[in-house]
């Protein structure tokens, strides 16, 4: 689908489409959040669920424009990638930045759930086979949890929309214009990250997985980023928990069953299995263990500066074991 570039055009693709995917998303969030409210949606279903979409709005277009194309490993990297960068490094620098507050109700609900459906692809694809009827089955756990979640995070998210401003309102013509035209630059932009990734790993002669796991999960997570970095600063620690949680829910579930949906990958790397799976599991239960307050656990639980470190500690071995595995010759993309 995707015809070779040179380098210099690849790296082009690369950072245009992540600079436009980054601001494309924003103006996606900030006109459906304005359209909700003009038609009297609660700001619980704005913050759960349409800023949620948004920050995760890259990895789907991305994730699902690949899967399209035929590139399994770079859809599927791109969306455990983003999972595992998003606890270890996101909110790695958010706690070191200010000790994250962790309420009880993330440490005995919504960790532990994150925590089964990050199993869940293991349980699925375990064979070394992902169908579409396995994808299928991720969407319908999606339209599961998606409600759980918001129900068991609805009084934190209440609270914050409550106490958070009411943004400027803006003319119906321009909040349209922004919904539809942040979507039309998302898809695009995501089009042509793909191609430059794809080509990318053709010309560095390393695995299309490993450009999905790295270059295109950290981009595709920007959003997420710059979120969480604002809203740590601010002290408002139950969001930056909350739109990680919900972004990694969003990811597993939605970006994984509906781009193998549209075209289930006929093979992919047998270390999603073994390597980053795994991760993603022992991430997702590691919010719940470090959050969890021993002397009291009916209290709030604080996710210290330490425990950040040992987060970004672990990511960076785990890319320094990505580049040496995904760089052998016979992992290299065609």
Known sequence: MYSDLPLWLSLLYIVGGLVALTWSSGIFVDGSAALARRWGVSPFVIGMVIIGFGTSAPELCVSALSGIAGHADLSLGNAYGSDNFNIAVILGVAALIRPLVVKPTLVKFGAPLLTLVSILPMALIWDGHLSR?????????????????????????????????????????????????????????????????????????????????????????????????????????????????????????????????????????????????????ALSASIALFGYN????????TVTRKEALLWILVYIVYTGVMLVQESRPGVSAP
Request: net charge negative.
């Open 133 to 281: 009827l396995d994808a299928i089955v991720h969407l319908a756990v999606f339209a599961i949890v998606l409600p759980l979640y918001c129900w068991i995070d609805r009084a934190p998210t209440l609270e914050n929309a409550e106490e958070a401003p009411t943004p400027k309102q803006h003319a119906l013509l321009v909040d349209l214009l922004m919904v539809v035209g942040g979507l039309a630059v998302l898809i695009g932009s995501s089009h042509f990250l793909v191609w430059g990734a794809v080509d990318l790993a053709r010309v560095c002669g390393v695995s299309e997985l490993l450009i999905g796991l790295t270059i295109v999960a950290i981009g595709t997570s920007l959003p997420e980023l710059a979120s969480a970095i604002q809203s740590a600063r601010r002290g408002q620690d139950e969001f930056v928990l909350g739109n990680i949680v919900g972004s990694n829910f969003f990811n597993t579930l939605a970006v994984v069953g509906l781009s193998c949906t549209i075209n289930p990958p006929a093979k992919f790397s047998p270390y999603i299995l073994t390597r980053d799976l795994p991760l993603m599991i």
């Open 294 to 301: 021993r002397r009291n656990p009916s209290a709030n639980g």
